[in-house]
């Protein structure tokens, strides 16, 4: 677990893109971002009040969180200085950079003397456990897509923070890097170990109250070759008793695979719930995500229409709508 | 890839089921097996030459394999004394244990001292690559069960045995540690992270002759929620032309599940070939195994006779009956 709140360090991010993992913070979980940290060059800006280490430590951030992309996966010495005087001051460092943290000498003989921690969020922290399969209190939904990055952690973050809006108990469970730094924790799953990825899940999703809503971060697709192994161990490690299918409309092919098509909304459904009643034979699709980033305002109401009643489900663009009918749906279950 | 043909040693095995693994590579490899070695107390034969280290090395042996389980997960002194003696005379040591050569100092300071390999097949050697999903030429079969431990490997040996005895081109591909050993070579798939399993199975079963089978080992079970996924990444990593069914019809239960029941094979078959032709939409189930050792030869054959009538296709235990009839199926497609 991460210590929150943080300071968003950009570095020298060459546009806002690359900060897109502070942007997410920021747009999700403002409560953790007390302010932001640029250095020379920066063209990214949050819209967060620039701090320096000792502004951010009196306005009581506990962690430095990288929230940039790094040029070439190298810690630049820029960089390197600025992290050392943060763990200097008692900040904890958490980054998602595939270059980690622990494999610099420097930043580990810094943190080790000053008692602070270095958190990459790319390596699993603890050994989970076998799955069990056993059946846990309380509610879960889960997003399963078409392909790949389609929308599913928006999605779930929209979820999140509509039923925390409405009052609904609901738990952000993030199962990748970036959705752990936005929540300060857990698991990287593409990371665990194959025997161990149900039980991960199992782990970040324990019994809880009835009443309760985990809102668990999908991965992959069942329809994508590469990572169909860690999604059907997200829909059998989570049990959910929802699941929302998640559709990118405009998109060619399966990411990254020219050569295989992207299924229909009906073939996902298809294909999943099967699967899904094997864990919790009570599983329904509850509704339709849609990312329609790539389309005019015309052309998502007229798709999103088009989907709702061939599909029979509520099907919304979370970003541009809200995630309000999906929580509806949500609640009635 | 482990050197060939080995010594096999079977310890202090306390019964002949401890040394299960070293059985495999007798009667799956036979020509790997050069003799065997047993310590005082040893109450396992295989029916091999008993060999010294010198009589091995002058039979041809390269590597000293571990044959047998070990007690309370530590490899004893008297193990130790032998393993280095065995070093010493330039063997190769390959272990299917859960504690690691590599994690014993003395192993290792042996073999860098005399330029031997220290083989621990629970851990991947190389790292995979992430899959691509290209499709690749010459054929592919994978066994698929009801659940885990039904004898999808003892399929696997067989029909790659009987394909080798017809003079067809077959590799077994194995992707658990006892095939591995038997094999020399293979992937621990349970043991590779979650984002490469797919990948390193395509990397065992690469591009071949038109007419080259790779049996690829199955694993788990589409309908076991603690290892799903790795039984998935088989299938979208494998892209089998032809898939096999594998059941154990006395099981109660899911193995380790008990709330779990077992699915039927028509269920089994509905759930994977969807999942199977996302890869290659050419996919077949061709035919079924049984592991009919609960049952009497009566009761075997009035069993696989009614499944074979109800689904059609051949039904057949392979360590009863041998796996002409499935080969018979793999060849006609």
New interface residues.
């Given amino acids: 677990m991460i210590p929150t709140p943080y300071l968003l360090f950009l570095g020298d991010a060459p546009d806002q893109l690359a900060a897109k993992v502070a942007q997410g913070i920021k747009d999700w979980r403002p409560e953790n971002a007390v302010g932001q940290m640029r250095l020379e060059g920066c063209k990214a800006d949050l819209g967060l009040t620039d701090m320096s280490l000792e502004d951010a430590k009196a306005a009581g951030a506990k962690t430095l969180v990288i929230g940039v992309a790094n040029r070439g996966g190298v810690i630049s010495e820029t960089w390197k200085k600025v992290l050392i005087e943060a763990i200097e001051a008692g900040f904890d460092i958490a980054s998602g950079l595939h270059n980690l943290l622990r494999d610099e000498a420097d930043l580990v003989a810094a943190s080790m003397a000053h008692g602070t921690s270095l958190h990459d969020v790319r390596v699993p922290g603890i050994d989970y456990p076998?799955?069990?399969?056993?059946?846990r209190s309380g509610k879960r939904v889960l997003a399963v897509g078409t392909d790949c990055s389609v929308g599913k952690m928006y999605t779930g973050l929209a979820i999140d923070a509509e039923m925390r809006a409405r009052g609904m108990k609901s738990d952000f469970r993030a199962t990748g890097q970036t959705g752990i730094l936005i929540t300060g924790q857990g698991v990287p799953?593409?990371?665990?170990?194959?025997?161990f990825?149900?039980?991960a899940v199992e782990y970040i999703s324990p019994d809880n109250d009835a009443d309760h809503w985990d809102v668990i971060e999908g991965q992959g697709s069942?329809?994508h070759?590469?990572?169909?192994?860690?999604?059907?161990?997200l829909i059998?490690?989570g049990?959910p008793d929802a699941i929302i299918l998640s559709h990118e409309p405009t998109r060619q092919h399966?990411r990254?695979?020219p050569?295989?098509a992207i299924p229909s909304l009906e073939a996902l459904r298809?294909?999943c719930m099967?699967?899904a009643k094997?864990?919790n034979p009570d599983c329904k699709v509850v509704g339709i995500s849609v990312n329609t980033a790539a389309m005019s305002d015309d052309e998502a109401n007229a798709y999103l229409t088009e989907v709702e009643e061939r599909m029979g489900l509520p099907a919304v663009d979370p970003f541009r709508h809200g995630a309000g009918r999906l929580v509806d749906a949500l609640a009635a279950i």
């Fill in positions: 076998i799955a069990n399969g056993k059946k799953l593409d990371a665990v170990i194959a025997d990825m149900a039980g069942l329809f070759v590469s990572y169909s192994g860690v999604t059907l161990a059998h490690g049990q399966m990254g695979l050569d295989y298809d294909m099967p699967l094997v864990a």
